[in-house]
């Protein structure tokens, strides 16, 4: 089970943290991913991480901006988003992958979902 939290309102320019904390023992084995779904909009990749956290992948429109991380002390994986833009606007769902690394963009790389959690970029 995944239970994202975080998500919230921030000006253009801020900075939001999301996390994503993991029941079960697989978590430190698994790779751990974020997708975000704006209105109207599919489902679209945003990060990846290995099991280790030696690995990450990030999509092209939050590269440099933000930062995939886990901590598998804690069983979470966060995602420290910094320079928001309107466009970031979205439900910021956390997901695990029972596949080796690499893993993503493709939603088929991750087998279990959390809920979304709500993040709002005000211009």
């Known amino acids: 089970q995944l239970q994202a939290s975080g998500g919230g309102l921030a000006q253009a320019g801020g900075s939001l943290r999301l996390s994503c904390a993991a029941s079960g023992r697989s978590f430190n084995t698994n790779c751990m991913g974020w997708f975000r779904q704006a209105p109207g909009k599919p489902r679209e990749f945003v990060a990846s991480?290995?099991?280790?956290?030696?690995?990450?992948r990030y999509a092209d429109s939050v590269k440099g901006r933000f930062t995939i991380s886990r901590d598998n002390a804690e069983i979470t994986v966060y995602l420290q988003m910094n320079s928001l833009q309107p466009e970031d606007t979205a439900v910021y769902y956390c997901?695990?992958?029972?596949?080796?690394?690499?893993?993503?963009?493709?939603?088929?790389?991750?087998?279990?979902w959390g809920q979304g959690t709500q993040v709002t970029v005000s211009s």
């Open positions: 997901a695990l992958s029972r596949r080796y690394w690499p893993v993503g963009p493709a939603e088929a790389d991750f087998s279990s």
């Open positions: 991480i290995n099991w280790s956290g030696s690995g990450t």
